[in-house]
Structures are given as structure tokens and as C-alpha cells.
């Protein structure tokens, strides 16, 4: 299997605030990598850095082989225009915390405005797929309603249909469950399972440790911006080995 | 209702007292307005009209109103006024065009990281806010005494594409570069606030799609903030469609220049004020219908259900004393 997704010694420093102290993490193609940690130790942080919606300060962040948000020429590191980064985030989906739908438009318009200003495609072509999403999160009786007419269970579901739309090869979770009420976690996490047996590559970062121990390849534990532990779910959840990691789990479970 | 439902527990409203003395100030307050408006004074002290009947000479005085409502009547469609409407609308509506255009791109570069972009556009709205309108217009009008000519071509070389006397600011130019230039420092406040009012996870969600700054700002961020612009936009248009009265000083012959012209030569200047006050106010009551509707249109998505217009309003009033007027009739 090739390699999505590989950090080595990725930091980054919020003024002089360090969040990333230099994380190492593999992720291959069709794999499912769940990040646990407590909040603040650089999760999300580090997740943005994959699609560059955060720089890095230092380290090496490729995907799919490709530096990400640099292009390497005679052993100097050049930024790369917004366009050119534009291009690559076009392929890695993202999920967020609070759904982020876009709110002057209706569930249909969500899914085809990426697809049709960025990746040009034709309006008809652009519904069609729309549709075909929306029927696979079980949403396609919503697709003229507005966000706020969804509940939030909803609102992720299109969230993820939004992100799918784009076709992308890497799908980003940023607490995807969190900001929900908990009998609609669920429904959510449906979605996200059904997505993993697709063979999506997915990197998901949560707080729901049934999901990643049925789900995912690997689960690396982060803590104040560094990974602590790492390894199959087995592994990582059932066998903790750092008094950190022991500590968090009695917390969350 | 029947008699045994009635006769159970009576409930006893609590008295407003003073909403009932408000309301009978405000009532006569009102009667007051109306009376002044439609009453009528003697045209002259001790100027009479006399009438010989049978013999009897009566007199009395020669009444007129008050308002002067038949000249009023006489001027409010003559084609000097109409003229002189055309042109406050033609006035408020290009100003507003440069207001709005010029004022979404001084906040947009308020907002920008590059200092240089964001340092003039704060002192453009430092100077345009802390000039009054009206030297602003006498400024514009006056240019010529401080250019000659307009020339475009490559700053600071000997490079000229296209050049013209001043001569060409018109009063009318001069109110429409004075007009929606100071407004453009009023709308780039209002567009500033409606961009920041958007959630800053709208801007990342279009950004993790791929797109760019500018497809980001154009398709999602502000359309978004429409929704905070329009009401205080509004507003301005309102704002503005009187304050293109001021123009009427640089020798533009608006509604109110045109008003003045008329009384200059007949000395019947309150009707004309009359006049032009009905006419401010016919344009503002539209545009203020106008408003809501746009406003509506702009909050989808934000609210679950949007306001109902006045018509549905209406409708829904009706049904309801219906549906009463049904009920009673079924209950009797």
C-alpha cells in the first residue's frame, strides 16, 4: 500500500506558544487513523497543517509524496501561490467541529458549489453526484431545505456529503461529534464507518473510542504536541503503556 | 360561549390607566396636526369680500388655506418638479453605485494582513467621515481653481493617454464625486462590519474546498454578510436620496434646486416646500417598501422561517378574524 500521508518532525508555535513539538505519523492509502489526545495538545492543530489551513513552522508534511504548501528546488523550501495550494486542498475533504455549512445556501447548493467553481464541473453533472451523495447519508428528501433547517446530525451528514463531493483522495475529521447532542452522534458515525469501508483514507480526530477501536487501522495519542503513543487500536486502547495515556483513557471512558 | 361556561371563574383584566391618558394626548395631538394642516386663515388682515344680497351688503374675509393645498396641487406635477425628481433619483442612485462599489473595496482592504493596503483605506474614511458633505461639495465643485486639467497617463513620466480641461466638473459632477465618494467612507464602515459579522469557519470550510481569497469572499462571505449590509445600506439610500438636496447649493437644478427656482420667480415658497417634502417623502416611503422586501430575500438560510410581508400579513389576519367570525356563528 502507498503512503498517503507522512509527517516527520512537524512543529508549529502559536507566537511562543510551542503546539507541535515535532510529530511523526504514517498514514497509508485506505487506512483509518484516529488522533486521541487531550484538548490542547495539538489534534487539531496538526490536522490543519495536512491541508495547510495552518503552516507548519518546521518538519517535513508530505502528501501523497508532495510537500504540502512548498515546493522543494535546489535544496530550498519556495511557498507556493494560493492558487497552487488551492489546487492541492481541492483533494483532501474536511469536516469540522461546528459543520460549517454554508448558510445562504440550500443542502443541493452546498454540494455543488465546490465542484463547479473549483473543479469546473457542469451544473448537471455537479447535481447529479450532489444527489447521489446526499441519497448515501440518507439526506436526499433535504436537499432544498437550508442548514438551519437541519439538525445538527443532519447538518455533519451533508457536511461529509460536501467534502465527498470534491471527490477528494484523503478525508480530514476534525472532532466531527463533538458540538453534537448524543443520540445524534450516531447517525454521524454511520456515516464515517460506511465511508471507511469504502476504502476512504481517513484521519479522524475524536473523542469517541468505540469508534476507533472498531474502525480504525491505527490511533496515535497526542499530548502537549507530541505523540506519546501509537499503534493499532489494540494496542493503543487496550494495552496503554505510558502513565499519560492510562490517565487519559480512565478519563474518557 | 354558553351560560353554565361563563358563570364558572371570572377573569378580571388589569387597567392601564396611563396607556388610556397617553392614548387620549396622542389623540388630540393628532386632531391638532390635522386641523393645522387642513384649516384656513384670512389671505390679508382687513381685506374683505362683500356681497350685496337683496339689498344687504355682508362681508367677510377672504379665506385661504392654510397649506396653500391648491398651489401645492398646481406645482407638484408641473415639469419642473418632475425634472427636478428624475434628477434626485438619477443623483442618489449613481452616488449610491460609487458609494457602495468604492466602499466594499476600502473594507476589503481595511481587512487586509498588508498594512499598506489597510492605512489608506482607514485614512480615506478618516478624511471622508471628518469633512461635512456640504464643503465637500463645495470642494468638488471648485477643483478647477486647483487643477486645470484631468490627464491620464504613466505617473510622473511624460506618458499621456487622455487629457481635459476641469471645466468639465459640472455642478452635477461635482455632487455626484462629492455624494459617493463621502459615502463610500460611510459604506466601507457598514461593509467592514458585515464582513466580520460572517463566521470565520465559513471562510475555512470554502478554503479546505479549494477555493481562492477571492472566490471565497465572492461566493460565501459576502453574501453572508448581505445580510448585515442591506438594513443599514438601506438606510444610506434614504439617507442619501435627501441629502442630494445639499446639491441644489452648486447650482443642481434637483427637486429642491428646482422648488427654489420656482419660488424665486412667484414668491410661493411655502407650497413649494410643500411641495418638495411630498415628494421626499412619496420616494423614501418606496424605497423603504423596497427595503423590506430585499432584506427578506438576503436572510434566507438564517432564519428557519422568514418574516411574513405585510400582505401575508394581512392575509393571515383575515383568516384569522374569519376563522373567528366561523367559530362564533358555529358556537351560537
Not at chain 2, 465637500?136 to 513620466?157: A, D, M, S
Not at chain 2, 438636496?245 to 420667480?265: K, P
Not at chain 2, 430585499?294 to 389576519?317: N, Y
Request: one cysteine or more.
Amino acid at each position: 500500500m502507498s503512503t498517503m500521508v507522512e509527517a516527520r518532525g512537524v512543529t508549529k508555535a502559536y507566537g511562543h506558544v510551542p503546539v507541535l513539538r515535532g510529530v511523526d505519523l504514517v498514514v497509508s492509502q485506505g487506512e483509518v487513523t484516529c488522533l486521541i489526545g487531550p484538548s490542547g495538545s495539538g489534534k487539531s492543530t496538526f490536522l490543519r497543517c495536512i491541508n495547510h489551513l495552518e503552516k507548519h513552522d518546521a518538519g517535513e508534511l508530505r502528501v501523497e509524496g508532495e510537500l504540502v504548501g512548498y515546493r522543494l528546488q535546489n535544496g530550498k523550501l519556495y511557498e507556493q501561490s494560493d492558487k497552487q495550494i488551492c489546487g492541492e486542498r481541492a483533494n483532501i475533504g474536511m469536516v469540522f467541529q461546528r459543520f460549517n455549512l454554508f448558510q445562504h445556501l440550500t443542502v443541493l447548493d452546498n454540494l455543488t458549489i465546490g465542484q463547479m467553481k473549483v473543479k469546473g464541473v457542469k451544473e448537471d453533472v455537479a447535481v447529479k453526484s450532489a444527489r447521489e451523495l446526499l441519497a448515501r447519508v440518507g439526506l436526499d428528501a433535504k436537499e432544498r431545505n437550508y442548514p438551519a433547517q437541519l439538525s445538527g446530525g443532519q447538518q455533519q451528514r451533508v457536511a461529509i456529503a460536501r467534502a465527498l463531493a470534491m471527490e477528494p483522495r484523503l478525508m480530514l475529521f476534525d472532532e466531527p461529534t463533538s458540538a453534537l447532542d448524543p443520540e445524534l452522534v450516531g447517525e454521524v458515525l454511520d456515516v464515517m464507518r460506511d465511508l471507511a469501508k469504502s476504502g476512504m483514507t481517513m484521519i479522524v480526530v475524536t473523542h469517541e473510542m468505540g469508534f476507533a477501536r472498531e474502525v480504525a487501522n491505527s490511533v496515535y495519542f497526542l499530548d502537549q504536541g507530541i505523540i506519546e503513543e501509537s499503534g493499532t487500536p489494540a494496542e493503543v486502547l487496550g494495552n496503554p503503556r505510558t502513565e499519560r495515556l492510562r490517565n487519559f483513557l480512565s478519563k474518557v471512558l | 360561549m354558553s351560560k353554565d361556561q361563563q358563570s364558572e371563574v371570572e377573569v378580571v383584566p388589569v387597567r392601564h390607566v396611563g396607556q388610556w391618558v397617553g392614548a387620549a394626548v396622542v389623540l388630540v395631538a393628532i386632531a391638532m396636526v390635522v386641523h393645522t394642516l387642513f384649516s384656513k386663515v384670512p389671505l390679508q388682515s382687513g381685506l374683505n369680500k362683500c356681497v350685496t344680497t337683496a339689498g344687504k351688503r355682508v362681508c367677510h374675509p377672504i379665506l385661504i388655506w392654510r397649506f396653500q393645498w391648491n398651489t401645492v396641487g398646481q406645482y407638484l406635477f408641473s415639469s419642473e418638479v418632475l425634472r427636478g425628481v428624475i434628477l434626485t433619483l438619477e443623483l442618489t442612485a449613481v452616488a449610491m453605485v460609487i458609494g457602495i462599489v468604492l466602499g466594499v473595496i476600502i473594507a476589503v482592504m481595511r481587512l487586509s494582513s498588508n498594512r499598506l493596503l489597510a492605512a489608506p483605506a482607514w485614512v480615506y474614511t478618516w478624511f471622508f467621515r471628518g469633512t461635512p458633505v456640504y464643503v465637500q461639495l463645495f470642494f468638488w465643485f471648485n477643483i478647477g481653481l486647483l487643477y486645470k486639467r484631468f490627464t491620464l497617463g504613466v505617473p510622473f513620466l511624460h506618458v499621456t493617454f487622455f487629457s481635459t480641461s476641469t471645466n468639465v466638473i459640472t455642478g452635477v459632477w461635482a455632487a455626484i464625486l462629492g455624494l459617493g465618494l463621502n459615502e463610500a467612507a460611510y459604506m466601507s464602515e457598514i461593509a467592514r462590519a458585515g464582513i466580520i459579522s460572517v463566521d470565520e469557519g465559513q471562510t475555512e470550510a470554502a478554503t479546505s474546498l479549494g477555493m481562492t481569497k477571492g472566490q471565497t469572499l465572492r461566493l460565501v462571505v459576502l453574501p453572508q454578510a448581505m445580510r448585515v449590509i442591506i438594513p443599514p445600506t438601506g438606510n444610506e439610500v434614504i439617507s442619501m436620496l435627501k441629502t442630494t438636496s445639499l446639491a441644489a447649493s452648486i447650482a443642481v437644478i434637483e427637486l429642491f434646486g428646482a422648488v427654489q427656482n420656482i419660488w424665486a420667480n412667484n414668491f410661493k415658497t411655502l407650497s413649494l416646500i410643500v411641495v418638495a417634502c411630498l415628494w421626499y417623502l412619496f420616494m423614501t416611503t418606496v424605497m423603504s417598501i423596497g427595503q423590506f422586501y430585499i432584506e427578506r430575500h438576503f436572510a434566507r438560510g438564517a432564519l428557519r422561517s422568514p418574516p411574513m410581508t405585510p400582505i401575508q400579513r394581512l392575509r393571515k389576519d383575515l383568516r384569522t378574524l374569519g376563522g373567528r367570525a366561523r367559530n362564533t356563528r358555529v358556537t351560537s
